[in-house]
């Protein structure tokens, strides 16, 4: 059965080893990157998200190289056929899933299922001005995102509000999770980044220790998720992304019984 999936993931988070520090390099798996495998897709790919952290100034690129990728694989692959077609994008790299997702509606190639792992729109482009909503050429979309609670990267806002204000989509499925940011994306925090502060009232104030997201350029930043929150949070996101996979595949194998 032709099936094509690629993934783009988030600012710089190709190298994340380093911020291994103790912890299993299971922990620092990209999950854009674990869909393909995991799920024997005929044809997978996988792109490393920007390294432009300020701007995401090649965040088009990114999307342009997916589209191009699908393309040619689904042009090998179809013949009679209609091959299915599966992307998931972290962070910035959601935006560029959107994007890639509308350009190969431009190619008349229909997008089964788009997977997008707390994506925000933090490029400054053009492009990506005009291609912020998936097109029609899209079937299915999941998205599961940061809740406001956890005090997780607020000055990146989501992609969320642009999915769900107006004329809701109808084949849009959303999930909010109290979890920090690296964490939806398959990336844990090193220890070093764990900070214990003080929170609560005066009389019952105690110390708690919460992920802390201050890092290079970023503004110092301690969110509301506890090192035991991610542990739970990190496994829970996968579970619902694999059941949302498997949901989206087992759509299309239905609408093509002939496959």
């Not at 790299?93 to 997702?101: D, P, Q, R, V, W």
């Not at 642009?162 to 990336?187: C, F, R, V």
């Not at 949070?233 to 002939?258: C, D, F």
Request: glycine share 10%; charged share 25%; proline share 3%.
């Amino acid at each position: 059965m032709p099936t094509v999936y690629c993934g783009i993931d988030g600012t710089n988070n190709f190298d994340r080893q380093l911020y291994k520090s103790a912890k299993s390099a299971h922990e620092f798996t990209s999950y854009v990157k674990r869909i393909g495998p995991e799920f024997s897709f005929g044809r997978h790919g996988y792109i490393k998200g920007t390294t432009d952290t300020l701007n995401g100034s090649d965040t088009d690129d990114k999307a342009r190289g997916c589209a191009r990728w699908v393309e040619e694989n689904v042009t090998e692959l179809t013949g009679a056929r209609r091959t299915g077609v599966f992307l998931a994008g972290f962070s910035r790299g959601g935006m560029s899933a959107i994007l890639a997702s509308n350009l190969l509606g431009e190619k008349g190639i229909v997008v089964d299922g788009l997977f997008l792992l707390d994506a925000v729109n933090r490029t400054f482009s053009l492009a990506n001005a005009r291609h912020r909503m998936p097109s029609t050429n899209v079937r299915w979309i999941y998205h599961i995102y940061r809740d406001e609670t956890s005090a997780s990267r607020p000055l990146f806002g989501s992609v969320d509000k642009d999915l769900t204000e107006g004329s809701p989509l109808a084949n849009l499925t959303t999930q909010a999770i109290h979890l920090n940011h690296g964490a939806i994306g398959g990336w844990k925090a090193a220890e070093n980044m764990e900070r214990t502060v003080t929170a609560g009232r005066r009389r019952a104030a105690r110390k708690r220790t919460y992920i802390s997201e201050t890092r290079g350029w970023l503004p110092d930043n301690i969110s509301r998720v506890s090192p035991a929150r991610e542990d739970a949070g990190h496994q829970m996101v996968w579970n619902i992304l694999s059941g949302w996979v498997r949901e989206a595949r087992a759509r299309y194998y239905a609408a093509h019984p002939q496959f």
